[in-house]
T-cell receptor
Framework: AQKITQTQPGMFVQEKEAVTLDCTYDTSDPSYGLFWYKQPSSGEMIFLIYQGSYDQQNATEGRYSLNFQKARKSANLVISASQLGDSAMYFCAMRGFQGAQKLVFGQGTRLTINP | EAGVAQSPRYKIIEKRQSVAFWCNPISGHATLYWYQQILGQGPKLLIQFQNNGVVDDSQLPKDRFSAERLKGVDSTLKIQPAKLEDSAVYLC????????FGYGYTFGSGTRLTVV
């Protein structure tokens, strides 16, 4: 079974600051993928970034980077130079590459960017 | 390419009534997922289809929920009878295949169900 834990229910940061959203995971699958999604108030789930468990380098996508520490089973999302439009719910998720390979989500972190 | 289409966008029903949600995945996507997202929580997988076969329905409350994916394309999720605790957003997602690259999920805008 897979489990995702996001321990920060809410985060408040000033515009233009960097922010780190925490995510820890647990799985028995030898290979897996880790994801971050953004969910604005409109409700759609927007894919941000992906990290494979065997990827040697941390993933980056524009202002988003994933700080992957496999030994600690953590996959934190770093947003650089935050913008007002970054205010949303953020979900960490993982998918094992065995069996049904379903995508399992954490509880989410509500990020608020203050001007 | 067109995204994942869901309808209706919103639905309000009384408890014990029935309701159905519809999803049209991205063309060519073999795998389709239905998620339930209760307010303040992360999405929970209800059922996963590969073409028109069920891959995982372990968290689907089968006494009241049912889903089908005829011809491996569109899918319908039904609740009968609805309970107050079914109030949630129901998200549909699709991907090219179960295996392969992990970032191939695309989500629809969801159906917000309110049971009163």
């Amino acid at each position: 079974a897979q489990k995702i834990t996001q321990t920060q229910p809410g985060m408040f940061v000033q515009e233009k600051e960097a922010v780190t959203l925490d995510c820890t995971y647990d799985t028995s699958d030898p290979s897996y993928g880790l994801f971050w999604y953004k969910q604005p108030s409109s409700g759609e789930m927007i894919f941000l970034i992906y990290q494979g468990s065997y990827d040697q380098q941390n993933a980056t996508e524009g202002r988003y980077s994933l700080n992957f520490q496999k030994a600690r089973k953590s996959a934190n999302l770093v947003i650089s130079a935050s913008q007002l439009g970054d205010s949303a719910m953020y979900f960490c998720a993982m998918r094992g590459f065995q069996g049904a390979q379903k995508l399992v989500f954490g509880q989410g972190t509500r990020l608020t960017i203050n001007p | 390419e067109a995204g994942v289409a869901q309808s209706p966008r919103y639905k309000i029903i009384e408890k014990r009534q029935s309701v159905a949600f519809w999803c049209n995945p991205i063309s060519g996507h073999a795998t389709l997922y239905w998620y339930q997202q209760i307010l303040g929580q992360g999405p929970k997988l209800l059922i996963q289809f590969q073409n028109n076969g069920v891959v995982d329905d372990s968290q689907l409350p089968k006494d009241r929920f049912s889903a089908e994916r005829l011809k491996g394309v569109d899918s319908t999720l039904k609740i009968q009878p609805a309970k107050l605790e079914d109030s949630a957003v129901y998200l549909c997602a699709s991907s090219l295949q179960t295996g392969g690259f992990g970032y191939g999920y695309t989500f629809g805008s969801g159906t917000r169900l309110t049971v009163v």
